[in-house]
């Protein structure tokens, strides 16, 4: 893995037209041999010619120009990734072809060409994204480097070899090998280079008009594919009709690959995915596991035309490509699946973008970028969730119609090109009639997001804006951002009322006399918080019911942000809670589960009697809506009901531990281990984890057994995860060692730790065990993974680790972590003075409710 960040942007005089690549990859040996011949366009006579190369051995190089053949020395420079062609006499301005040959080695990191396996067989897959193609192939690997690629690979006659294009012909290689030539490729960026070689299975093609689709996966799990097929078929037929262009590819491969590092990758004509993405029993799959499988399924199939077909100039326009496919595949899977509900379960991914963009140190949407590194950093909520809500945003404020016309523009006019935002301004622009730039940009270059206040105390409604931040530190003069807000304002009856809130103090129009409540962001459409007078909160609370289910979800996040920004009380959350008692929309529940572990866990603290108090507190408010439901579910049972159930359980269980609860849920567990069929499957995720939380050894080695032998991958990432919840100190023990062996897949050995770190029996040891065996685990973890990790840091919660933290990256930086380390240690200090707030108001409104503190109950251990 390189030691430092790729600074070196490539010279734009020589352009690549076409690769002509063949590879030999070894999957016993765990090598691959490449030749590779580039037809480049030199703008100027070049003695010398850099493009990039990591982890290869050149072994011949040379250029072909005018029927003629100059030989070349390569230079490797290590720190920037790249090789540079000396020459021994200049080549001409024009066509040149340049010739390599090389070795290198099928890694373990998920990067380039590596190898996996499943079932003791060898595999290898690529992952070239966001820079790693030059670990596969030298060649110009920059974004804006559009060329065909025309590939072949020599491999086993027994292996499947996908790419990219459809096979066009094969040939006998000798040695029971046979060479598979692939079709020549539309232009496309390196990053979008795909291999896949092993032993694969591929399922009956499907059709989408003319286009052919497959899934594609490790021999036996054929059974699984039929939910995965038909989500990219109905996804590839509504994207088509919204773009108003063909399918861009002469076939779509959906790859379930064994290690993964992404959730999915979207190479053209052959998208990779975790196979828990991909892959699903219908008999036992969750609702949320088939709805998180069909909307990334239908975000990877949007790239065909975000991103692949139009492609960012750089890394610094990467939210043109993340941001529109994830709005994209909320809006496919939302006209396919409308009773998924898919734009209220997206305020989930709204408010997590929202939490990091109120940090000091976020990042707005557009970022320069500077070095690979860099780039990985922008992998993040802000790039993806943020950029789906303005682009959702942007869409209200131009209509549904006149946004798709402009989208359509913007794809005829650069389709196979490159883009940058300026380009998409303009067609939005053109198509609708307003200005959108100026809004826009607002949004896209500008950190951070506003806090609309709206006061209806007075005659009017006043409304006004500042920057949000969780810091109650920052000084007013860095809150005075403006953004032009297009606000959408509920009032009573249902009454909307839209504004352009770009002034830091304005009032809004509303009908009539003075409104009893006013709801500051209808449909939660906005990307911002809202701070209501005394009076308004009082009555927002007071006619929830009048509220749609995802503007009670935002109505509570919103109170809870400004909890944690100092504007507001925790008892004023815990007010907003306690009117949700009663609630049944699951989306609702499941926003405040977050909020209410933090408090059980960071404020009122493991152990403690103030947390045994609030566990009591919702125990009384919750657990009868729960055993109202059961924890069976009756024939004909709406998913609906399911899902609230789940998310019930997960307050009464998950953060509240009801010791009847905990019991059950280790019965139940039992039952499910014997007889998957025994278990709501919307229960199993949390049953799991309850009953690891109470289990003994013995259980551990039993989940153990169920990961080995998992009849389905949502199976065996249950259970494995689940490992990380055990409070046992030799499980604990186990776990840890585990990440080091195959046991863990490197996919999953962040997501291990971050849970480790999460639990409070074992957080100390996996820290611990993190800082002793940090060279071991980094060459386990891929670079957004390592980002990933130091994210969920705080939940260690002590001071002292915070400065651990610092001291320890400070010896062992990581460039591709740099702002996830700069935002984990403002996390802990914000975490730290919340706590110094938050204990006393819980105490008192604990109190105030006959919640007095007393000793924790300990739970008994089972299984």
Wanted: charged share 25%.
């Amino acid at each position: 893995m390189p030691t430092k960040p790729s600074r070196l942007r490539l010279a734009s005089d020589v352009r690549p037209r076409e690769y002509d690549l063949h590879l030999t990859p070894d999957l016993a040996a765990g090598t691959f041999r490449g030749e590779v011949t580039i037809t480049t366009e030199l703008a100027k006579p070049r003695t010398d010619v850099t493009l990039h190369a990591a982890d290869l051995t050149i072994t011949r190089a040379l250029a072909h120009v005018n029927g003629t053949s100059v030989t070349a020395r390569p230079s490797l420079q290590k720190a920037d990734e790249t090789v540079t062609l000396r020459f021994a006499k200049p080549l001409p301005k024009g066509e040149v072809r340049l010739a390599l040959e090389y070795g290198g080695t099928l890694n373990t990191h998920l990067r380039g060409l590596y190898a996996a396996s499943a079932n003791d067989e060898p595999y290898a897959f690529t992952q070239c994204e966001t820079a790693d193609a030059r670990r596969v192939v030298p060649c110009f690997d920059e974004p804006s480097f559009k060329a065909r690629w025309r590939v072949s690979v020599t491999a086993p006659a027994t292996d499947t070899v996908l790419g990219n294009a459809p096979v066009e012909r094969e040939e006998p290689a000798g040695e029971g090998r046979r060479t598979v030539h692939f079709a020549p490729t539309p232009p496309l960026s390196s990053y979008l280079l795909a291999l896949a070689i092993g032993p694969l299975e591929a399922t009956d093609a499907r059709y989408c008009g003319s286009t052919p689709v497959r899934v594609c996966h490790v021999p036996g799990k054929g059974h699984l594919a039929a939910f995965g097929l038909e989500a990219g078929v109905e996804a590839l037929a509504r994207l088509e009709k919204y773009f108003g262009i063909p399918y861009p590819y002469a076939k779509l491969d959906l790859v379930a690959v064994p290690d993964f590092e992404a959730g999915a990758m979207e190479n053209a004509g052959a998208v990779f995915f975790r196979e828990t993405l991909l892959l699903l029993d219908p008999a036992t799959v969750s609702i949320a596991e088939r709805r998180r499988a069909a909307e990334v399924i239908a975000h990877e199939l949007a790239h065909m035309w975000y991103g692949d077909l139009v492609t960012m100039a750089w890394w610094d326009d990467l939210w043109l490509n993340e941001a529109f496919a994830t709005w994209m595949a909320y809006r496919v899977v939302d006209d396919w699946k409308p009773e998924w509900r898919m734009w209220q379960g997206f305020e989930h991914d709204r408010a997590g973008a929202l939490a990091l963009d109120a940090l000091a140190n976020t990042h707005p949407i557009y970022a320069p970028v500077h070095s690979v590194a860099e780039a990985t950093e922008n992998f993040d909520l802000i790039t993806y969730e943020k950029g789906a809500a303005v682009v959702r945003m942007i869409e209200h404020y131009l209509g549904a119609d006149a946004f798709r016309a402009g989208v359509r523009r913007y794809m005829e006019r650069h389709r196979e090109g490159n883009t940058v935002a300026a380009d998409l301004w303009r067609a939005l622009e053109e198509a609708s009639g307003k200005e959108v730039a100026r809004v826009a940009r607002a949004w896209i270059t500008q950190p951070g997001f506003p806090l609309v206040s709206i006061d209806a105390s007075g005659k009017g409604v006043a409304v006004k804006q500042e920057r949000f931040f969780a810091d109650p530190k920052i000084p007013a003069a860095k809150r005075r951002t403006r953004w032009p807000v297009p606000m959408v304002a509920k009032l009573p009856g249902g009454t909307l009322v839209r504004t352009l809130a770009d002034k830091a103090a304005q009032p809004l129009a509303v009908p009539g006399t003075r409104p009893a409540w006013v709801f500051g962001n209808a449909s939660a459409g906005g990307f911002y918080r809202v701070r209501y007078d005394e009076t308004t909160r009082r009555a927002l609370l007071a006619h929830l019911h009048e509220l749609s289910g995802v503007e009670r979800l935002a109505l509570a996040g919103d109170q809870w942000a400004l909890v944690r920004a100092g504007k507001a009380t925790v008892e004023s959350y815990l007010d907003v809670v306690d009117a949700l008692g009663d609630e049944t929309d699951y989306d609702v529940l499941d926003g405040i589960v977050g909020p209410l572990g933090f408090l059980d866990e960071q404020i009122a603290g493991d152990g403690t009697a103030l947390q045994a108090a609030f566990r009591g507190w919702l125990t009384e408010r919750f657990m009868p809506a729960f055993a109202r439901l059961g924890w069976r579910a009756d024939a004909g049972e709406s998913d609906d009901v399911r899902l609230c159930r789940a998310a019930l359980l997960r307050i009464v269980g998950l953060v509240a531990e009801a010791p009847e609860v905990m019991h059950e849920a280790s019965l139940h567990l039992e039952r499910y281990l014997a007889d998957r069929s025994a278990l709501e499957p919307n229960l199993a995720d949390p049953v799991a984890h309850l009953g690891a939380r109470i289990g003994s050894l013995g259980r551990y080695r039993r989940y153990r057994d169920v990961v080995a032998d998992a009849r389905t991958p949502q199976e065996r990432r249950r259970f494995l995860l689940a490992l990380s919840s055990f409070r046992n100190p030799d499980a604990i023990a186990e776990t840890l060692a585990a990440t080091l062996t195959p046991e863990v897949p490197t996919q999953d050995v962040a997501f291990i730790l971050m849970r480790m770190l999460a639990n409070p029996a074992g957080q100390r040891a996996a820290w611990t065990f993190l800082t002793r065996k940090w060279t071991a685990l980094r060459k386990r973890m891929p670079p957004l993974m390592l980002a990933r990790l130091v994210e969920a840091t705080p939940s260690l919660r002590e001071a002292r680790y915070a400065r651990e933290l610092r001291d320890f990256f400070k010896r062992h930086p990581l460039p591709e972590a740099a702002r996830a380390l700069r935002q984990a240690l403002e996390v802990f200090r914000l975490n730290a003075g919340l706590r110094k707030r938050a204990m006393p108001e819980l105490t008192r409104w604990l109190a105030a409710r006959g919640g007095e503190p007393a000793s924790p109950t300990r739970q008994r251990r089972a299984g």
